[in-house]
């Protein structure tokens, strides 16, 4: 019996969030384009997060250094393969499309002040490019992309 646990749990939906300078490539490039492989990742962390995205995995796009917020729903549709961008095997990409554009952004300061939320790759590893995220953390990030904007202090 532990076995087809293991198998269903292999098999289960994962989430994830990826980093992109929206004046390097924002979100309307990407609905614009349709589709992408996501290319440049140099860290061997966020390689390992790209290797483990399946097919049909949900993934949050954050616009970093600028608007430093959630904008929208990818998934993806093509797994780990060669970064065709360079000549080094190390390094891998995946295909992705965009689903949904959230109603509104979610910032960083709004994530960061969830204490639902405290405990999200974004504020622990905030360097990093691709990461994990449980599917409560993404859960709870669209629907605050669904609602109303949070009032001010």
């Known amino acids: 019996m532990p076995e087809a646990v293991s198998v269903l749990c292999e098999d289960a939906m994962h989430y994830w969030l990826v980093k992109s300078e929206p004046y390097k490539y924002s979100w309307d490039q990407f609905c614009q384009d349709g589709s992408t492989y996501w290319d440049g990742v140099r860290n061997y962390q966020a390689r390992n997060n790209l290797q483990a995205m399946k097919v049909g995995d949900q993934v949050l796009y954050y616009h970093s250094n600028e608007g430093l917020a959630v904008v929208g729903v990818a998934r993806v549709t093509r ?54 995220v449980t599917k409560k953390e993404f859960d709870r990030i669209v629907k605050k992309g669904q609602g109303q904007p949070p009032r001010k202090a």
Do not use: C
């Not at 000549?87 to 960083?108: G, H, I, K, N």
């Open 79 to 132: 797994e780990a393969y060669q970064d065709p961008t360079t000549d080094d095997e190390r390094w891998v990409v995946v295909d992705l499309e965009p689903v949904q554009a959230l109603a509104r952004p979610v910032s960083l300061r709004e994530i960061k002040q969830d204490a639902r939320l405290q405990d999200i790759g974004l504020i622990k590893q905030s360097r990093l490019s691709v990461m994990p």
